[in-house]
């Protein structure tokens, strides 16, 4: 009877953890790839900004104090090396903000909207962000779901020696 017990409390702690392993497995690998397209996308938008600021080049009275910030946070950019979602839409929301800035200075330059090449890498760039947005809302899901499951392991002391940590939701 206590042999038998001993026996079938192991099967169970070992079929618990092999549940663990596959819930975990699967979580981390749909957050990952999740990760992976938005920096895609991300990378994507920022290599088209040195093609908007050598088309609005010509146009700009004062070059150098208009595009060096934007020059700045592209190479940052592109250095960088993204790991979390939270890093590159701070990145973005930066990279934004000047973005902004040079479309107000676009909007002073009637022959400049006339341009094909900087409507066309406008849009571009719109396009890509409001893309990358677009995977936020089911990135924030798989973030809930990942917290609510490292909650529950953790309520374990055995749970604090398994791996995996808490994220941080956008």
Known sequence: MNSFFI?????FLVVLFFCYLGVFLFLKEKIRRIEFFVVDIFLQ???KVPALIE???PYVID???SFELMTRLHSEAIIHEYTHI????EHNARINDQYAFLMRLSMAIPELQKNSYFI???????????????NL???NRLIKNWNRFIYIKNITIIGYLLPGREKVEL
Request: charged share 35%; hydrophobic share 40%; glycine share 2%.
């Open 86 to 89: 939270p890093v590159i839409m």
């Open 45 to 47: 938008k920022i290599s």
């Open 55 to 57: 088309v609005m080049r």
């Open 120 to 134: 066309y890498i406008r849009d571009y760039i719109i396009d890509y962000d409001r893309h990358m947005r677009g």
């Open 137 to 139: 809302p089911e990135y």
């Open 63 to 65: 070059e150098k104090k």
């Open 7 to 11: 026996i079938s409390v192991v099967v």
